[in-house]
């Protein structure tokens, strides 16, 4: 079975066709997707932010990353939930749509670059944050995250546009 035919086969099903056809849950689910935007990649950036000294320069590094990131765990979990449940609805549409394809491949790359920091710079964030000075490849990471979730962001609106 081609990965087509089972997309087919998937949204076809009935729980598929049940969230599809809902007054009520199809909308419930989107705009699940969407607000649950600002309480997973919305404070991942206001991190970011703080690497790249744009926002929080007073504050170390280290203490914005414990106030906001373990918030965000929750909002991943919503946005992976609602995602992978409007992808079923409507697989076969989806998973033809360039633009959910490229929307994966940044998930990816935001996941990778997000490992890496973790490995990387995390471990050592307490030292160099008394120094007040954040490693250059902490920043490269931190540009990089808004980069590439304003990439998965604008894929997602131009993906809904086209279903
Ligand atoms: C943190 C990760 C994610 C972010 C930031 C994100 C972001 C977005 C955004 C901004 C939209 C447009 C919503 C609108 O304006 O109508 C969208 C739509 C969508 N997303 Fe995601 N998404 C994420 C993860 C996923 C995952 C993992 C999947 C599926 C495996 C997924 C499937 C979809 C689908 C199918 C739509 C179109 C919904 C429609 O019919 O309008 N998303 N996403």
Request: charged share 15%.
């Amino acid at each position: 079975m081609s990965i087509v035919s089972w997309c087919h086969w998937l949204q076809n099903t009935p729980f598929a066709t049940g969230i599809r056809q809902s007054d009520l849950f199809f909308p419930l689910i989107e705009g699940s997707h969407i607000i649950a935007l600002s309480l997973s990649v919305g404070l991942i950036v206001v991190f970011d932010l703080r690497l790249l000294r744009v926002a929080f320069r007073g504050q170390p590094a280290s203490l914005i990353m414990e106030q906001f990131v373990p918030f965000s765990l929750p909002g991943f979990v919503i946005m992976f939930a609602t995602g992978v449940l409007l992808f079923i609805s409507q697989a076969e549409k989806v998973y033809l749509n360039p633009f959910f394809r490229f929307k994966l491949a940044f998930l990816v790359l935001a996941g990778i670059n997000a490992s890496v920091y973790q490995v990387k710079y995390y471990p050592k964030m307490r030292e160099w944050d008394k120094s007040g000075l954040v490693p250059w490849g902490a920043k490269l990471s931190g540009a990089l995250s808004l980069l590439v979730w304003a990439a998965v962001i604008a894929l997602g609106r131009t993906m809904a546009y086209e279903l």
